[in-house]
C-alpha cells in the first residue's frame, strides 16, 4: 500500500495549486481520503477528507470555501484544489487513506510522502 503526494510548490499570495494523490499497491475505492498538513514547528493538521464515492466532504474551517478536495477512483487518484492562498497555508502536505465510508478526521492508517507548499511573495 502505497500513497504518493505530488503538486507542491513555490506560489505567490492569492494563487492555486492543485496537489495530487497517487495510490499504488490498493485500490481506493473503498476507502477514505484526507490532506492533512504540518508547518514548521507546529503539530500535523487536518485539512480536508473525503467519503469512498466522493459524496460527503470534511474541511478545516481555515481552508473551508478556498480548497477542494475531490477523487476519481477510476484513476486510483485524490486532489487538493487550493485557491486564495495564504502564506499561512505554508506548510508539509500530506495524504492519508483508511477503510471507511465517511469522511473522518482523524484514525488514519496509510500515508503518504509529504509535497511542501510555500505561499509567498
Known amino acids: 500500500v502505497q500513497l504518493q503526494a505530488s503538486g507542491g510548490g513555490l506560489v505567490q499570495p492569492g494563487g492555486s495549486l492543485r496537489l495530487s494523490c497517487a495510490a499504488s499497491g490498493f485500490t481506493l475505492d473503498s476507502y477514505a481520503i484526507a490532506w492533512f498538513r504540518q508547518a514548521p514547528g507546529k503539530e500535523r493538521d487536518f485539512v480536508a477528507s473525503i467519503n469512498w464515492n466522493g459524496g460527503s466532504t470534511s474541511y478545516t474551517d481555515s481552508v473551508e470555501g478556498r480548497f477542494t478536495i475531490s477523487r476519481d477512483n477510476a484513476k486510483n487518484m485524490a486532489y487538493l484544489q487550493m485557491n486564495s492562498l495564504k502564506p499561512e497555508d505554508t506548510a508539509v502536505y500530506y495524504c492519508?487513506?483508511?477503510?471507511?465510508?465517511?469522511?473522518?478526521?482523524?484514525?488514519?492508517?496509510?500515508w503518504g510522502q509529504g509535497t511542501l507548499v510555500t505561499v509567498s511573495s
Open positions: 492519508a487513506a483508511m477503510v471507511g465510508s465517511i469522511p473522518y478526521r482523524s484514525g488514519y492508517e496509510y
